[in-house]
């Protein structure tokens, strides 16, 4: 018995190890390397800090990267701030049918692909769209008003993306405190603000955390929403990434931004656990 | 505030408004897309020149629709393929997962499930180009060590899947893991009490406990990999997957053609997701 129990042990563990060192390990330890490579000759390569010394270097990657973290935790930020009265609306404020036929109604936008939705987004806002036809209609504007191609509308369907990855994990926290705690703290004379203050907010922390974690990530690695949404002057640091790759060919500096988004995601995601006192086990598993 | 306490009217009101704008917000670029669909004309805008099925069914120039457009319908073949082997791959691993975590005590348990999680907070295009970049550094040794060809580690379906693979194994892991925890396991050691081997009691006893756990998965799973975009992106070869194509299309400007694509892949996903849940509905 022990050990057909140690087989199985053993047997269970070989895909999961498999998986994790060939799939996530060891291609992120070779990114690592040849993001530290430098070309000196045709086929030669030399050891050196080279690519992270000409990211440093560029005042536009270091700006793209800046933006790109910035706009990022904007979006988040703004996500959580539209998700929270829709989620405590449908956990708290609503009961039975109604509560699961608008949590399923939240879902569904989802269920179709991000290029989807964005082409939605295109298609409202563009010139010639949804958008500025009702601006002309209604005599606002006197011609054709160009909404696309510049950072609110980036923002716009950054926060439209992902909204579904804030409102599940707040919903499944708040309905998980009772009501009577809310009665209770109105009982003691707390106000609506208070209440929310030292009641609310405290209890749906875990929620409020993986959600924006999820949101935060979606927002830093998404490629599509800036390419298409996003103008000239609106640089995505994952659409240098892909130049670098696919265009240029220049992989070891392509690695070496590759390497820098992910450091960025995980001091973010860790500054985040870290304020809030949550870990990664707690938040997302 | 809690529906239990008065409150204002006005702000009741306020409230109510609120979530009915969020609600037309979260419908109305689905909406546009769909209608556009229909519309007669060469561009995916107003103005309205009536209504047509050509984007579905048309079959001459300049309105060729969805169902005789070879590329697109190889695009959502090669979609399905490649959704087919990720949510496979990952129901089968995640179950492993689920039942590792679950059952065993081990050393470096704690480090393995924070591994196992990292997935979700690595950008899609990262995981995309480190799997790039590690097998054609395998694919360089292989030619220069022994002159082989591995075809399967250039960029292509092999690589798109492992890629996709990668994250959404994390998924799996966390819906299986989630249903076995409910699990009772008294039930486990009354079947073999009853005279049934291990293997023979987690066949009949558990596997059909976790079905709707396992379909859930794998439609999850399917989902993911058919809308995936970041990683698919940096490991595609010459077979593009539904969305590359779509990408690809709507760069030279979109016509209605993409809007009906699209309104499609609604229906289709509609239809995948309320399977799942009357699977789900029965046996809860």
Known sequence: MRAQARLGFILLLMP???????????????MFLISLRERVGVGEYATSTANYRTFLGEPLYLVTFARTAIMAVTATFITLLIAFPVSYYIAKMIKGRLQ?????????????????????WMILLRETGLFSNLLQWSGLASGPVEMLYNDAAIMVGLVYTSMLFMVVPLVTTLESLDDSVIEAGYDLGGSGPSILREIIIPHATPGIVSGSIVVFMLSLGNYLTPTMLGGKDSLWFTELIYSQFIVRFNWELGAAFGFMLLILSSVI????????????????? | MIPTIPQPRAIRAAYTAYIVLFFIYLALPLTVVAVFAFNDSQFP????????????????????GVFHDRAILRAIGTSAFVGICVSALSVAVGTSNAF?????QFRGRGLLYVLMLMPLVIPGIVLGISILVFSSTLANAAWDGMKWDITALRPGLTLVVLGQFSFIATIATLVISARLQKFDRTLEEAAMNLGAGRLTAVRTITIPFLAPALVGAFVVAFLMSFENFNTTLMLVGSDAPLTIAMFDRLKEGSTPLLNAVSLLLMLGSSLLALVMITFQRRAA
């Not at chain 1, 608008?102 to 939705?117: A, D, G, K």
């Open chain 1, 16 to 30: 999961i190890l498999l998986w994790l060192t060939a799939l996530i390990v060891i291609p992120h330890i070779d």
């Open chain 1, 100 to 120: 699961s036929a608008l949590f399923l109604m939240c879902l569904v936008p989802f269920w179709v692909s991000e290029l989807v939705r964005t082409f939605g």
């Open chain 1, 269 to 285: 995601v860790w500054a985040m656990l870290r304020l809030t006192g949550q870990t990664l086990e707690k938040t997302m598993g």
């Open chain 2, 45 to 64: 805008s107003l103005p309205w020149e009536g209504f047509t099925w050509n984007w579905f069914f048309g079959d001459k120039d300049p309105m060729i």
């Open chain 2, 100 to 104: 590792l975590f679950n059952r065993y």
